[in-house]
């Protein structure tokens, strides 16, 4: 169906409503709407914390309007399903007597996955499905592959050298990215539920992995640490926040650190591994049920090539240094590029950032 420009206009509002959401809402999606009636909005809302009323219920709210024979945008397929935090908002549509509802995407939600378009076409109200369905997507690709997957969307961020190091040496810190990519990188961090990192970094970098550059809240903090090697007296632990860092480890891992450290309000998780080393998938479903929608890896080099080798990753973003290391260990086989497409790119400062997904 060809939609007017008017259609592409409020749903594109519908997106940056969604988007205001962001942070508050997960595991939810990003849902925004807007309600237009002869020509004029008359009502626009958006999903604003988890647990609370959907965006539709919100735009409803937001007017005193009569909404008979109005057009509801919303840039997801309104929920009709029971049993969760808040009434289905198909009935409500319904009952406000919204004559046309225009949306970019089905929810891939099994309990909703074309069950609300038809509920509201039995009710007689027309329903316009996949305008800008793309970009909805895009808005929404943590939601997506979690709620299909069942784990998190993996982002891959890798800053490397001209020669495509990303350090010196195994347990040398090197830095290589400039301060346009330290904000990014935190402005990055601030839209994943949680981010990633090897006990191998914690040792060598020391991060704090928050988001001090710039405002929001702090993703969850997950350490790989297959023999608990973390020391005590790194910068993660005697920071305060202690319930957001994660520790994953083999599962017959030193009982008594396992004890100090959970005394410390850090949570451990304790998974089968091969010769210590925590199987990923494993890793990954337990991220999942623990509602972690999407994951950012930050290294080190063995962790990336465990995730890059198998195939763990929606997006890889590279953060080009002009640096040169003339020596030192590489992220990632180079072949791995070749199945890529680059996605985007762009100037930080001194640094390319580069965006690579699958070649589908
Ligand atoms: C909508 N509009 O704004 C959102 C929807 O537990 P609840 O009641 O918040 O419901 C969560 C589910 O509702 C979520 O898994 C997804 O299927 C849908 N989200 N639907 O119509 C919204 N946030
Ligand atoms: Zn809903």
Redesign the pocket.
């Known amino acids: 169906m060809k939609f007017s420009n008017e259609d592409l206009t409020y749903i594109k509002r519908c997106f940056e409503l969604a988007d205001k959401g962001r942070g508050f809402?997960s595991?939810?999606?990003l849902?925004g709407?807007v309600i237009v009636k002869d020509g004029k909005v008359i009502g626009e809302g958006?999903?604003k914390k988890?647990?609370?009323a959907?965006?539709?219920v919100n735009a409803f709210a937001s007017s005193n309007e009569e909404t008979k024979g109005a057009t509801l945008y919303?840039n997801?397929?309104?929920?009709c399903?029971t049993n969760?935090?808040?009434?289905p908002?198909v009935p409500v549509i319904i009952s406000r007597e919204i004559s046309r509802v225009v949306i970019s995407n089905l929810?891939p939600?099994p309990?909703?996955n074309g069950s609300?378009v038809k509920q509201l076409r039995e009710a007689g109200i027309r329903v316009d499905t996949g305008i800008l369905g793309d970009e909805g997507k895009e808005v929404n690709k943590f939601y997506f592959k979690y709620?299909i997957k069942k784990i998190p969307y993996i982002t891959i961020k890798i800053a490397q050298s001209i020669d495509g190091k990303i350090s010196t040496n195994r347990d040398i810190q090197t830095w290589l990215t400039g301060k346009d990519s330290v904000k990014y990188v935190h402005e990055l961090r601030e839209k994943y539920d949680a981010v990633l990192v090897g006990a191998n970094t914690i040792k060598v970098d020391d991060p704090q992995l928050t988001v001090r550059e710039v405002k929001g809240q702090d993703p969850i903090r997950i350490i790989i640490d297959g023999d608990l090697s973390i020391s005590p007296h790194s910068k993660i632990i005697k920071m305060p926040g202690n319930e957001k860092t994660w520790i994953f480890t083999a599962e017959n891992s030193n009982q008594e650190k396992i004890e100090q450290l959970e005394k410390l309000g850090i949570k451990i998780f304790q998974l089968p591994a091969d010769k210590k080393k925590v199987d990923l998938g494993d890793m990954l479903k337990e991220l999942g049920k623990e509602n972690i929608t999407s994951l950012l890896v930050e290294g080190g080099q063995q962790i990336f090539s465990q995730f890059i080798s198998h195939g763990l990753f929606d997006e890889i973003i590279i953060l080009q240094s002009p640096k040169i290391l003339g020596q030192g260990i590489s992220a990632f086989e180079t072949n791995v590029l070749k199945k890529l497409k680059i996605e985007e790119t762009e100037r930080l400062g001194e640094d390319l950032k580069v965006v690579l997904i699958e070649n589908q």
Do not use: I, R, Y
Request: glycine share 10%; charged share 15%.
């Open positions: 809402v595991p939810n999606p849902v709407s958006w999903h988890f647990g609370g959907h965006a539709e919303c997801l397929e309104p929920c399903h969760k935090q808040t009434p908002c929810d939600n309990s909703v609300g709620v």
